[in-house]
Nanobody, 118 residues
């Protein structure tokens, strides 16, 4: 099994920055995708950003260059740097781990709240 521990959420003013971290532990398959999703009240969960074990990245359309995602493979940790935050970025952010090739189960973190005040 894989466990995910998220950190870095909190309250920030509009225009500010936050960095989220997600550390994975357990039976991690080498070929995987890790990423961040978010869910605001009344909305569906949506992709923020994801990065493969090979370094390929993909972002939600709303990001528009404001966020970057990176990973430290030695630490099995993925980072989401969020800049130019807007009140509409307020949501619970969830880390996600998905092994490729059918090797294991997809795992979600417990979520970390990001609140952007206007």
């Amino acid at each position: 099994q894989v466990q995910l521990v998220e950190s870095g959420g909190g309250l920030v003013q509009a225009g500010g920055s936050l960095r989220l971290s997600c550390a994975a532990s357990g039976s991690i398959f080498s070929y995987n995708i890790m990423g961040w999703y978010r869910q605001a009240p009344g909305n569906q969960r949506e992709l923020v950003a994801r990065i493969s074990s090979g370094g390929a990245t993909h972002f939600g359309d709303f990001v528009k260059g404001r966020f970057t995602i990176s990973r430290d493979s030695a630490k099995n940790t993925v980072y989401l740097q969020m800049n130019s935050l807007k009140p509409e970025d307020t949501a619970v952010y969830y880390c996600n781990y998905r092994p490729l090739g059918g090797s294991g189960l997809e795992v979600w973190g417990q979520g970390t709240l990001v609140t952007v005040s206007s």
